[in-house]
């Protein structure tokens, strides 16, 4: 679940709620971040694989991207039980039916694709460059997201 008035990601196999609030330190203090895998660190840009988790009825990889100390951003990606994290099966086709999963689940869950806050933001895209499609959720402080 995403909380519409706070931005905070909701996922109830873990005792933490992800949100703009908080922060590296915090993340990596508790036993999610400390089993975290790295995606990428070019500091201060640091992003973290928390795994498979259920959300709101669709299971997500979930990757979450600081800036520094900060919270960027939130990646979700749903995966099934055939999903594989090969690109040897890789299909555009197959990304985008993921992306009508993904665009399904946030009109459920928001009742729209796309949808601004004063704390950010929540998409679904299908990136054809990079070959994916995923749910983003930015944040933003003080009305101005970190990076565009």
């Known amino acids: 679940m995403i909380d519409e008035q706070t931005g905070e990601l909701v996922i109830q196999s ?8 908080l922060s590296r330190s915090e993340f990596l203090s508790v036993s999610i971040g400390k089993s975290s895998k790295v995606v990428v660190r070019n500091d201060p840009f ?22 520094g ?20 099966d890789w299909s555009e086709e197959e990304e985008l039916k993921k992306k009508e999963i993904h665009d399904g689940w946030l009109k459920n ?3 729209m694709v796309s949808s601004h806050y004063k704390w950010g933001e929540v998409w ?10 995923s749910i983003e959720i930015r944040y933003s402080w003080q009305g101005k997201p970190l990076r565009k």
């Open 14 to 21: 873990i005792p933490l709620r992800i949100g703009p609030r």
């Open 46 to 67: 640091c992003s973290y694989n928390i795994g498979r988790h259920e959300i709101s009825g669709l299971v997500f990889i979930v990757i979450i991207y600081f800036y």
């Open 69 to 88: 100390e900060l919270l960027e951003s939130v990646s979700l990606t749903s995966v099934d039980d055939k999903s594989s994290e090969s690109w040897s």
């Open 109 to 111: 869950l928001l009742s």
């Open 124 to 133: 679904s895209g299908y990136d054809s460059k990079a070959g994916f499609s």
